[in-house]
């Protein structure tokens, strides 16, 4: 089955870095766009970032544009991104979900990145 | 913009329960399909998808469940309420960019 597997959270100070990881298994990882969606303690969910299938083309909230970067490793079938200058405000559940178009299929079980000093 | 009412829905058990959710634009894509989805987030859960493209309801999903709509106004309808329904629940448009989420109707048991 369809398995998506968030890590990488913790407590980082304000201006810090992190790198979260989804590892992927139950599917075809190179056929599938992907996402990250964040949900900030007790609100609702929040789109992030977007890659598609072959890695080329990359979007991105504008609230994290030039702070996140997000990658894929098609051999590895894993998802990343890199959240560097870091603030309070990024403190949320981070999940990872996969997209077959205009829909997010499957979520993971999410990873928390607390901000704070 | 996606906009979701009510914010807060209590129901009895067996009873059935309507959340709306409406689209500051069309939901039709070029390709004729429309792209609202909705999630249900039990509490201490992630998202799961339990309709897309309007009214398809997903594998394991119970058919007390129902999405309907067009355009830019959509309805998630539960036909009676049980006790594992608990918890909040978003429609998500995946036509314009950035996708978006409705803010979330909050379903509890009177």
């Known amino acids: 089955q369809v398995q998506l597997v968030e890590s990488g959270g913790s407590v980082v100070q304000p201006g810090g870095s992190l790198r979260l990881s989804c590892a992927t298994s139950?599917?075809?990882?190179?056929?599938?766009?992907m996402h990250w969606v964040r949900q900030a303690p007790g609100k609702g969910l929040d789109w992030v970032a977007y890659?598609?299938?072959?890695?080329?083309?990359?979007q991105y909230a504008e609230s994290v544009k030039g702070r996140f970067t997000i990658s894929r490793d098609n051999l590895e079938k894993t998802l990343h991104l890199q959240m560097n200058s870091l603030r309070p405000e990024d403190t949320a559940v981070f999940y990872c979900?996969?997209?077959?178009?205009?829909?997010?299929?499957?979520w993971g079980q999410g990873t928390l990145v607390t901000v704070s000093s | 913009v996606m906009t979701q009412s009510p914010l807060f829905l209590p129901v009895t058990l067996g009873q059935p329960a309507s959340i709306s959710c409406m689209s500051s634009?069309?939901?039709?894509?070029?390709?004729?399909?429309?792209?609202l989805n909705w999630f249900q987030q039990r509490p201490g859960q992630s998202p799961r998808r339990l309709i897309y493209k309007v009214s398809h309801r997903d594998s394991g999903v119970p058919d007390r469940f129902s999405g309907s709509g067009s355009g830019t106004e959509f309805t998630l309808k539960i036909s009676r309420v049980e006790a594992e329904d608990v918890g909040v629940y978003y429609c998500m448009q995946g036509v314009q960019w950035p996708p978006t989420f409705g803010g979330g109707t909050k379903v509890e048991i009177k």
């Open positions: 634009q069309s939901l039709v894509y070029a390709d004729g399909n429309t792209y």
């Open positions: 139950g599917f075809t990882f190179s056929d599938y766009a």
């Open positions: 979900a996969t997209d077959s178009g205009g829909t997010f299929d499957y």
């Open positions: 890659i598609a299938s072959d890695g080329n083309n990359k």
